[in-house]
């Protein structure tokens, strides 16, 4: 079982950039799918990003494409988050999911959907200032 913890938030102001940091414990990195996702005070969980195993495939929320890209370190268990261009409706708890895909193909079929990831981590707060 994998554990994860996020790293990197905090106060930016708007049109700024920050990277988070998702670090993996505990389970075999590589064998998993990696996400991210947010929650804005008041308003449901929503994808941001996400990538298989290997890096081969990625995938985008449309209101993050082309300013944050997703990547990933199997050797160093860490997946990462880079985001530019910041926008106030960027604020929000960003979380770092994990789903292992070694035994089971269902993240393929909806990389967005926060119920096919098994793992969470706590999250971490990103604010966007004016």
Do not use: H
């Amino acid at each position: 079982q994998v554990q994860l913890v996020e790293s990197g938030g905090g106060l930016v102001q708007a049109g700024g950039s920050l990277r988070l940091s998702c670090s993996a414990s505990g389970g075999t990195f590589s064998n998993y799918a990696m996400g991210w996702f947010r929650q804005a005070p008041g308003k449901e969980r929503e994808f941001v990003a996400a990538m298989s195993w290997n890096g081969g495939m990625t995938y985008y929320a449309d209101s993050v494409k082309g300013r944050f890209t997703i990547s990933r370190d199997n050797a160093k268990n860490t997946v990462a988050l880079q985001m530019y261009s910041l926008r106030l409706e960027d604020t929000a708890v960003y979380y770092c999911a994990a789903e292992d895909t070694l035994y089971s193909s269902r993240w393929y079929t909806s990389p967005k959907e926060s119920a096919e990831y098994d793992y969470w981590g706590q999250g971490t707060q990103v604010t966007v200032s004016s």
